[in-house]
């Protein structure tokens, strides 16, 4: 979640090892809020992956650096609604695994972490 830092929250956006970015699991907050994207599963998949481009960005990688990426999904259902916004935000898709998983923060319907390479 960019930002995390500046809201005390015990975890970091990323942590880089090498040329080896971890990112922590995304939800699809609006930036600057607590707030969930409208759209419903499409909608917070949407905001997830801006708000993982953006993480990408300020520590100098990229979505098309993207190697492995895990979707925590509340409803299984929603699997193909969510695959029509991801595979436009990767052209060549990285790795990926995929769950159901309860208990998102923030009643979150997708949850989704990342790890990238560094140049």
């Not at 995929?98 to 790890?115: D, H």
Request: hydrophobic share 45%; charged share 20%; net charge negative.
């Amino acid at each position: 979640m960019p930002g995390a830092e500046d809201r005390n929250l015990p975890f970091s956006a990323a942590v880089r090892v090498d040329n080896t970015l971890y990112l922590s699991g995304n939800l699809g907050t609006v930036p600057g809020s607590m707030k969930l994207a409208e759209g419903g599963i499409q909608g917070e998949t949407r905001q997830t992956l801006e708000n993982i481009a953006g993480v990408l960005k300020q520590f100098g990688s990229s979505m098309d650096k993207v190697v492995k990426c895990t979707v925590f999904l509340a409803d299984m259902a929603e699997w193909g609604a969510m695959n029509e916004v991801y595979k436009t935000f990767f052209p060549n898709p990285p790795a990926r695994s995929a769950l159901g998983a309860s208990g998102l923060a923030l009643n979150a319907r997708v949850e989704i972490e990342c790890i990238a390479v560094v140049d």
